[in-house]
């Protein structure tokens, strides 16, 4: 995977200390995903929690961690994009949403697995740009983007921002010699 993110272009434009890779959105309609990597503004990680129950034994109070099944005690993972000239990313994302939605040209039998993007991958980069984490979302779904805000104000930059679930997630680090 670390080949993924070496890939010139993607999301080098700015100087944040991080790098986002999406896998192609499952029939997208129009080619390649540069309109989503090149457009990131900012990413919210998610919250971890644990879920907890507390039980009395011998006068004393004890602390249990209650297992929860797959992610539910784990946050969504955020995305603000800015919104591309053409405004590609932002319909692009709405109408992939509209056909997961209504499920177009679906047959019973694949209806949800054809529309998880494969995985989300974000790199975070120490002061150097050199890697020392990695974080894998497998099996994503964008459950939602805001609305656009349009207004007169000259020079005003469009974002929006976007909502993603997953099945999984792990974590990488790395050396940092």
Do not use: W
Request: hydrophobic residues 35%; proline residues 3%.
């Amino acid at each position: 995977m670390s080949t993924v993110m070496s890939k010139p272009g993607i999301n080098d434009f700015h100087n944040s200390n991080f790098k986002v890779y999406i896998d192609e959105f499952p029939g997208l309609t129009f080619n390649g995903v540069d309109v989503f990597h090149n457009f990131i503004r900012s990413i919210t990680l998610p919250s971890f929690s644990l879920e907890t129950m507390v039980t009395k034994h011998m006068g004393e109070d004890h602390l249990h961690n209650v297992g929860s099944h797959k992610n539910s005690d784990v946050g969504d993972l955020g995305i603000s994009f800015k919104v591309s000239e053409s405004l590609l990313n932002y319909f692009g994302l709405a109408n992939y949403m509209q056909s997961v939605r209504y499920q177009d040209n679906q047959s019973d039998s694949s209806r949800m697995k054809d529309y998880h993007i494969g995985a989300i991958i974000v790199e975070l980069l120490n002061n150097q740009k050199t890697p020392i984490c990695r974080v894998f979302f497998r099996k994503v779904v964008p459950t939602n983007i805001s609305g656009l805000s349009l207004d007169y104000t000259n020079g005003s930059v469009l974002t929006f921002d976007a909502t993603f679930k997953f099945e999984q997630v792990n974590f990488e680090l790395l050396s940092e010699s």
